[in-house]
Protein backbone atom coordinates (compact mmCIF):
# COMPACT_ATOMS: atom_id res chain seq x y z
CA UNK A 1 0.00 0.00 0.00
CA UNK A 2 1.25 3.22 -0.99
CA UNK A 3 2.38 4.75 2.71
CA UNK A 4 2.54 8.30 1.26
CA UNK A 5 1.03 10.99 3.54
CA UNK A 6 -1.61 13.55 1.33
CA UNK A 7 -0.92 17.18 2.08
CA UNK A 8 -2.95 18.12 -0.94
CA UNK A 9 -6.04 20.39 -1.49
CA UNK A 10 -8.01 17.32 -1.90
CA UNK A 11 -8.34 14.51 -2.03
CA UNK A 12 -7.71 14.04 1.89
CA UNK A 13 -6.13 11.59 4.01
CA UNK A 14 -9.85 9.01 4.89
CA UNK A 15 -10.33 8.24 8.71
CA UNK A 16 -10.33 4.46 8.76
CA UNK A 17 -14.12 4.62 10.27
CA UNK A 18 -14.77 6.01 7.00
CA UNK A 19 -13.20 3.32 5.12
CA UNK A 20 -14.78 0.69 7.44
CA UNK A 21 -18.04 1.97 6.66
CA UNK A 22 -17.32 1.49 3.09
CA UNK A 23 -17.01 -1.99 3.66
CA UNK A 24 -20.57 -2.73 4.66
CA UNK A 25 -23.05 -4.75 2.36
CA UNK A 26 -24.51 -3.06 -0.40
CA UNK A 27 -28.15 -2.83 -0.05
CA UNK A 28 -31.37 -1.98 -2.57
CA UNK A 29 -30.60 1.89 -3.52
CA UNK A 30 -34.58 1.77 -3.60
CA UNK A 31 -35.29 0.26 -0.69
CA UNK A 32 -36.73 1.74 2.89
CA UNK A 33 -32.78 0.72 4.51
CA UNK A 34 -31.03 3.09 2.28
CA UNK A 35 -33.72 5.26 2.08
CA UNK A 36 -33.00 5.70 6.14
CA UNK A 37 -29.21 6.11 5.97
CA UNK A 38 -30.01 8.73 2.92
CA UNK A 39 -32.71 10.56 4.88
CA UNK A 40 -29.52 10.73 7.93
CA UNK A 41 -26.71 11.45 5.54
CA UNK A 42 -28.81 14.64 4.27
CA UNK A 43 -29.53 15.91 7.82
CA UNK A 44 -26.63 16.04 8.55
CA UNK A 45 -25.28 17.52 5.36
CA UNK A 46 -27.56 20.11 6.42
CA UNK A 47 -25.89 20.81 9.58
CA UNK A 48 -23.13 21.56 8.13
CA UNK A 49 -24.34 23.88 5.52
CA UNK A 50 -25.99 25.28 8.79
CA UNK A 51 -29.03 26.19 6.65
CA UNK A 52 -32.50 24.84 7.54
CA UNK A 53 -33.06 23.50 3.80
CA UNK A 54 -32.56 20.00 2.30
CA UNK A 55 -29.75 18.71 1.30
CA UNK A 56 -29.28 16.59 -1.88
CA UNK A 57 -26.47 13.96 -2.83
CA UNK A 58 -25.54 13.78 -5.76
CA UNK A 59 -22.71 10.66 -7.17
CA UNK A 60 -20.21 13.08 -9.09
CA UNK A 61 -17.60 15.03 -8.19
CA UNK A 62 -18.30 18.45 -6.96
CA UNK A 63 -18.08 19.61 -10.83
CA UNK A 64 -21.59 18.04 -10.83
CA UNK A 65 -22.87 20.30 -7.98
CA UNK A 66 -20.93 23.36 -9.85
CA UNK A 67 -23.30 22.30 -13.36
CA UNK A 68 -26.47 21.70 -11.26
CA UNK A 69 -26.21 24.67 -9.46
CA UNK A 70 -26.04 26.88 -12.27
CA UNK A 71 -27.55 24.85 -15.19
CA UNK A 72 -31.07 24.61 -13.29
CA UNK A 73 -30.89 27.89 -12.17
CA UNK A 74 -30.28 30.65 -14.87
CA UNK A 75 -31.90 29.96 -17.81
CA UNK A 76 -29.85 29.72 -21.46
CA UNK A 77 -29.86 33.16 -22.82
CA UNK A 78 -29.57 34.76 -19.25
CA UNK A 79 -26.72 36.33 -17.56
CA UNK A 80 -24.67 35.51 -14.73
CA UNK A 81 -22.00 37.13 -13.50
CA UNK A 82 -18.77 34.68 -12.97
CA UNK A 83 -16.13 35.74 -10.21
CA UNK A 84 -12.66 34.60 -11.62
CA UNK A 85 -9.65 34.35 -9.96
CA UNK A 86 -8.39 31.12 -10.52
CA UNK A 87 -9.01 27.70 -12.03
CA UNK A 88 -12.06 26.88 -10.00
CA UNK A 89 -13.93 30.50 -10.86
CA UNK A 90 -12.90 29.74 -14.38
CA UNK A 91 -14.35 26.63 -14.45
CA UNK A 92 -18.04 28.01 -13.50
CA UNK A 93 -17.72 30.12 -16.16
CA UNK A 94 -17.20 27.22 -18.30
CA UNK A 95 -19.80 25.38 -17.42
CA UNK A 96 -22.24 28.38 -17.57
CA UNK A 97 -20.97 28.86 -21.66
CA UNK A 98 -21.62 25.31 -21.66
CA UNK A 99 -25.13 25.59 -20.93
CA UNK A 100 -26.13 28.31 -23.07
CA UNK A 101 -26.21 31.13 -20.02
CA UNK A 102 -24.78 34.45 -21.11
CA UNK A 103 -21.76 34.94 -18.86
CA UNK A 104 -20.11 38.04 -17.58
CA UNK A 105 -16.63 37.79 -16.26
CA UNK A 106 -15.39 39.87 -13.18
CA UNK A 107 -11.51 38.89 -13.30
CA UNK A 108 -9.90 39.17 -10.02
CA UNK A 109 -5.97 39.09 -9.83
CA UNK A 110 -4.82 35.74 -9.27
CA UNK A 111 -3.41 35.67 -5.31
CA UNK A 112 -6.09 38.31 -4.34
CA UNK A 113 -9.86 38.08 -3.26
CA UNK A 114 -13.13 39.63 -4.82
CA UNK A 115 -14.42 42.57 -2.57
CA UNK A 116 -17.95 43.06 -2.05
CA UNK A 117 -17.71 47.05 -3.23
CA UNK A 118 -16.73 44.94 -6.99
CA UNK A 119 -19.82 42.56 -6.89
CA UNK A 120 -21.52 45.68 -6.08
CA UNK A 121 -20.65 47.74 -8.56
CA UNK A 122 -20.97 45.22 -11.11
CA UNK A 123 -24.93 44.63 -10.34
CA UNK A 124 -24.92 47.77 -10.07
CA UNK A 125 -23.92 48.48 -13.65
CA UNK A 126 -25.65 45.36 -15.56
CA UNK A 127 -29.59 44.74 -13.88
CA UNK A 128 -29.71 41.58 -16.41
CA UNK A 129 -27.84 39.74 -14.04
CA UNK A 130 -29.75 36.58 -12.52
CA UNK A 131 -27.05 35.33 -11.06
CA UNK A 132 -23.58 35.69 -9.32
CA UNK A 133 -21.09 32.66 -8.81
CA UNK A 134 -18.35 32.75 -6.19
CA UNK A 135 -15.83 30.43 -5.01
CA UNK A 136 -15.43 30.47 -1.97
CA UNK A 137 -12.15 28.63 -1.23
CA UNK A 138 -10.02 29.33 -4.79
CA UNK A 139 -7.53 26.26 -4.12
CA UNK A 140 -5.08 26.98 -7.35
CA UNK A 141 -4.14 29.98 -5.66
CA UNK A 142 -4.91 29.46 -1.88
CA UNK A 143 -7.20 32.83 -1.73
CA UNK A 144 -10.71 32.96 0.25
CA UNK A 145 -13.47 34.88 -0.52
CA UNK A 146 -15.49 37.12 2.01
CA UNK A 147 -18.56 35.52 1.62
CA UNK A 148 -20.32 36.58 4.53
CA UNK A 149 -19.74 40.07 3.31
CA UNK A 150 -20.75 39.34 0.07
CA UNK A 151 -23.90 38.03 1.55
CA UNK A 152 -24.76 41.42 2.79
CA UNK A 153 -24.70 43.17 -0.34
CA UNK A 154 -26.60 40.56 -2.18
CA UNK A 155 -29.57 41.06 -0.03
CA UNK A 156 -29.96 44.21 -1.85
CA UNK A 157 -30.38 43.04 -4.94
CA UNK A 158 -32.80 40.19 -6.97
CA UNK A 159 -29.63 37.83 -8.41
CA UNK A 160 -29.13 34.62 -7.29
CA UNK A 161 -26.41 34.07 -4.96
CA UNK A 162 -24.36 30.77 -5.94
CA UNK A 163 -21.35 29.45 -3.62
CA UNK A 164 -18.54 27.24 -4.40
CA UNK A 165 -17.28 25.67 -0.97
CA UNK A 166 -16.01 22.74 -2.01
CA UNK A 167 -13.12 23.22 -0.51
CA UNK A 168 -14.43 24.88 2.91
CA UNK A 169 -17.48 23.38 4.23
CA UNK A 170 -16.35 21.74 7.19
CA UNK A 171 -13.20 23.53 6.90
CA UNK A 172 -14.26 27.31 6.95
CA UNK A 173 -16.91 29.27 7.70
CA UNK A 174 -20.09 28.56 6.42
CA UNK A 175 -23.02 29.68 7.36
CA UNK A 176 -25.65 29.16 4.51
CA UNK A 177 -28.81 30.54 6.13
CA UNK A 178 -26.88 33.72 7.75
CA UNK A 179 -24.90 34.56 5.11
CA UNK A 180 -27.61 34.49 2.41
CA UNK A 181 -26.64 31.91 0.24
CA UNK A 182 -29.11 31.09 -2.63
CA UNK A 183 -27.11 27.70 -3.93
CA UNK A 184 -24.50 26.18 -1.95
CA UNK A 185 -22.47 22.97 -3.29
CA UNK A 186 -19.78 21.23 -1.66
CA UNK A 187 -17.46 17.58 -2.34
CA UNK A 188 -16.74 14.92 -0.29
CA UNK A 189 -12.86 14.25 -0.79
CA UNK A 190 -12.08 18.06 0.83
CA UNK A 191 -11.99 19.34 4.52
CA UNK A 192 -15.43 16.28 4.66
CA UNK A 193 -12.83 13.93 4.15
CA UNK A 194 -14.45 11.43 2.58
CA UNK A 195 -13.12 9.52 -0.70
CA UNK A 196 -13.82 11.29 -3.77
CA UNK A 197 -16.86 11.10 -6.32
CA UNK A 198 -20.09 12.71 -4.08
CA UNK A 199 -21.36 16.38 -4.20
CA UNK A 200 -23.76 17.62 -2.29
CA UNK A 201 -26.06 20.92 -2.98
CA UNK A 202 -28.56 22.91 -0.95
CA UNK A 203 -31.36 25.73 -2.49
CA UNK A 204 -33.04 28.53 -1.14
CA UNK A 205 -36.89 29.06 -1.87
CA UNK A 206 -35.88 31.60 -3.85
CA UNK A 207 -33.26 29.22 -5.95
CA UNK A 208 -35.91 26.39 -6.42
CA UNK A 209 -38.30 29.56 -7.57
CA UNK A 210 -35.90 30.05 -10.15
CA UNK A 211 -35.41 25.97 -11.11
CA UNK A 212 -38.94 25.78 -11.43
CA UNK A 213 -39.00 28.00 -14.04
CA UNK A 214 -35.95 27.30 -16.24
CA UNK A 215 -35.81 24.94 -18.79
CA UNK A 216 -32.43 23.35 -18.65
CA UNK A 217 -30.35 21.23 -20.68
CA UNK A 218 -29.39 18.64 -17.90
CA UNK A 219 -30.69 15.09 -17.67
CA UNK A 220 -28.61 13.48 -15.05
CA UNK A 221 -28.17 16.87 -12.72
CA UNK A 222 -31.97 17.91 -13.58
CA UNK A 223 -32.58 19.43 -9.75
CA UNK A 224 -36.08 18.60 -10.31
CA UNK A 225 -35.85 15.37 -10.84
CA UNK A 226 -33.22 15.36 -7.84
CA UNK A 227 -35.62 16.79 -5.75
CA UNK A 228 -38.61 14.55 -6.81
CA UNK A 229 -37.17 11.58 -5.86
CA UNK A 230 -35.34 12.74 -2.27
CA UNK A 231 -38.63 14.12 -1.24
CA UNK A 232 -39.92 10.44 -1.61
CA UNK A 233 -40.98 8.66 1.43
CA UNK A 234 -38.56 6.69 1.61
CA UNK A 235 -36.21 8.90 0.14
CA UNK A 236 -34.53 7.72 -2.79
CA UNK A 237 -32.12 9.08 -5.34
CA UNK A 238 -33.31 9.71 -9.21
CA UNK A 239 -30.61 7.68 -10.81
CA UNK A 240 -28.33 4.71 -9.38
CA UNK A 241 -26.22 5.94 -6.78
CA UNK A 242 -22.93 5.18 -5.35
CA UNK A 243 -24.27 2.99 -1.92
CA UNK A 244 -20.91 3.04 -0.81
CA UNK A 245 -20.12 6.20 -0.86
CA UNK A 246 -22.74 7.28 1.13
CA UNK A 247 -22.20 5.20 3.58
CA UNK A 248 -18.99 7.23 3.57
CA UNK A 249 -20.38 10.28 3.84
CA UNK A 250 -22.31 9.28 6.43
CA UNK A 251 -19.95 8.39 8.61
CA UNK A 252 -17.14 11.21 7.85
CA UNK A 253 -20.18 13.67 8.99
CA UNK A 254 -20.98 12.04 11.78
CA UNK A 255 -17.27 12.19 12.60
CA UNK A 256 -17.57 16.18 11.68
CA UNK A 257 -20.64 16.26 14.21
CA UNK A 258 -18.29 14.78 16.99
CA UNK A 259 -15.37 16.82 16.65
CA UNK A 260 -17.61 20.19 16.40
CA UNK A 261 -18.47 22.19 13.73
CA UNK A 262 -17.19 25.38 15.26
CA UNK A 263 -14.23 23.19 16.96
CA UNK A 264 -13.26 21.92 13.73
CA UNK A 265 -13.14 24.83 11.89
CA UNK A 266 -10.83 26.26 14.77
CA UNK A 267 -8.53 23.38 14.24
CA UNK A 268 -8.43 24.03 10.58
CA UNK A 269 -7.74 27.84 11.11
CA UNK A 270 -4.63 27.10 13.64
CA UNK A 271 -2.92 24.49 11.27
CA UNK A 272 -3.46 27.61 8.59
CA UNK A 273 -1.68 30.08 10.77
CA UNK A 274 0.49 27.52 12.02
CA UNK A 275 1.66 26.91 7.98
CA UNK A 276 1.87 30.66 7.06
CA UNK A 277 4.52 30.65 10.12
CA UNK A 278 6.34 27.64 9.05
CA UNK A 279 6.49 28.61 5.73
CA UNK A 280 7.91 32.45 6.66
CA UNK A 281 10.45 30.26 8.97
CA UNK A 282 11.84 28.71 6.38
CA UNK A 283 12.48 31.80 4.23
CA UNK A 284 9.72 30.87 1.91
CA UNK A 285 7.32 33.34 0.34
CA UNK A 286 3.39 33.40 0.30
CA UNK A 287 1.81 33.52 -3.15
CA UNK A 288 -1.89 34.58 -1.57
CA UNK A 289 -2.12 38.15 0.10
CA UNK A 290 -1.87 36.64 3.66
CA UNK A 291 -5.02 38.94 4.94
CA UNK A 292 -7.45 36.75 2.60
CA UNK A 293 -4.80 33.59 2.45
CA UNK A 294 -6.81 29.96 2.65
CA UNK A 295 -8.12 28.08 5.90
CA UNK A 296 -7.24 24.77 4.36
CA UNK A 297 -4.33 25.62 1.57
CA UNK A 298 -1.32 27.85 1.74
CA UNK A 299 0.32 28.60 -1.71
CA UNK A 300 3.78 29.18 -1.58
CA UNK A 301 6.62 30.70 -4.01
CA UNK A 302 8.58 28.24 -5.67
CA UNK A 303 12.15 28.91 -4.14
CA UNK A 304 15.09 30.23 -6.84
CA UNK A 305 17.44 27.38 -7.91
CA UNK A 306 15.40 24.54 -7.92
CA UNK A 307 12.78 23.35 -10.38
CA UNK A 308 9.16 21.81 -9.64
CA UNK A 309 9.47 18.38 -10.55
CA UNK A 310 13.08 18.30 -8.34
CA UNK A 311 11.10 20.13 -5.05
CA UNK A 312 8.03 17.90 -4.96
CA UNK A 313 9.64 15.20 -6.46
CA UNK A 314 11.84 14.84 -3.45
CA UNK A 315 9.55 15.84 -0.80
CA UNK A 316 7.38 13.01 -2.55
CA UNK A 317 9.90 10.23 -3.16
CA UNK A 318 12.55 10.34 -0.33
CA UNK A 319 10.31 11.46 2.66
CA UNK A 320 7.26 10.59 1.38
CA UNK A 321 4.59 13.76 1.65
CA UNK A 322 2.96 14.94 -1.61
CA UNK A 323 2.28 18.22 -2.01
CA UNK A 324 0.30 19.71 -5.05
CA UNK A 325 1.72 21.92 -7.89
CA UNK A 326 1.01 25.22 -9.48
CA UNK A 327 -2.24 25.20 -11.80
CA UNK A 328 -2.15 27.02 -15.47
CA UNK A 329 0.19 29.82 -15.98
CA UNK A 330 1.50 29.26 -11.96
CA UNK A 331 2.71 25.99 -12.64
CA UNK A 332 6.33 25.22 -12.01
CA UNK A 333 6.30 28.59 -10.15
CA UNK A 334 4.18 27.91 -6.93
CA UNK A 335 3.42 24.44 -4.53
CA UNK A 336 0.36 23.85 -2.27
CA UNK A 337 0.32 22.87 0.74
CA UNK A 338 -3.14 21.08 1.53
CA UNK A 339 -4.44 21.36 5.59
CA UNK A 340 -7.90 20.02 5.34
CA UNK A 341 -9.69 16.94 6.60
CA UNK A 342 -7.97 14.92 9.54
CA UNK A 343 -4.80 17.10 9.47
CA UNK A 344 -3.37 17.92 12.82
CA UNK A 345 0.35 19.18 14.16
CA UNK A 346 1.77 15.75 13.52
CA UNK A 347 1.33 15.79 9.73
CA UNK A 348 2.09 19.41 9.82
CA UNK A 349 5.43 18.31 11.11
CA UNK A 350 6.26 15.81 9.01
CA UNK A 351 5.76 18.23 5.92
CA UNK A 352 7.49 20.85 6.52
CA UNK A 353 10.33 18.36 8.07
CA UNK A 354 10.37 16.76 4.58
CA UNK A 355 10.06 20.68 2.71
CA UNK A 356 13.07 21.72 5.21
CA UNK A 357 15.17 18.85 4.43
CA UNK A 358 14.71 18.76 0.71
CA UNK A 359 15.58 22.75 0.14
CA UNK A 360 18.57 21.81 2.92
CA UNK A 361 19.37 19.08 0.45
CA UNK A 362 19.40 21.39 -2.65
CA UNK A 363 21.37 24.01 -0.78
CA UNK A 364 18.34 26.69 -0.67
CA UNK A 365 18.57 27.23 3.10
CA UNK A 366 20.76 26.45 5.85
CA UNK A 367 18.73 25.48 8.86
CA UNK A 368 16.56 22.20 7.34
CA UNK A 369 14.45 22.41 11.03
CA UNK A 370 13.10 26.28 10.91
CA UNK A 371 9.53 24.51 9.87
CA UNK A 372 9.16 22.44 12.26
CA UNK A 373 11.02 24.31 14.87
CA UNK A 374 8.01 26.89 14.34
CA UNK A 375 5.06 24.26 13.77
CA UNK A 376 6.08 23.37 17.37
CA UNK A 377 5.80 27.08 18.92
CA UNK A 378 2.45 27.36 16.87
CA UNK A 379 0.77 24.53 18.89
CA UNK A 380 2.67 24.88 22.16
Known amino acids: M ?107 EWGTAVS ?18 VIHNETSTGVTAPIEEI ?79 GDKIPPETPYTPSVSLVYAMNEALKIIKEEGLNERIARHHKAAKASVSAVKALGLELFADEAVSSATVTAVKMPEGISDSEFRGTVRGKYGVELAGGQDHLKGNIFRIGHMGNISYKELLQTFGAIGMTLKGFGIIDDAGAGVASITESYL
Not at 38 to 44: A, G, I, P, V, Y
Open 2 to 108: DDILLMLPGPTTVHPRVLNAMSKAVVNHRSAKFGEILTETTQLMSEVFQTPNKSYLITGSGTAAMEAGIANTVAPGEKILNVVGGKFGERFMKIANANGIETKELAI
Open 116 to 133: PKQIEEALNADEDIKAVS
Open 151 to 229: GKIMKNYDALYIVDTVSSLGGDKVDVEKFGVDVCLTGSQKCIAAPPGMAAITLSDDAWKAVDKVENNTYYLDMKAIRKS
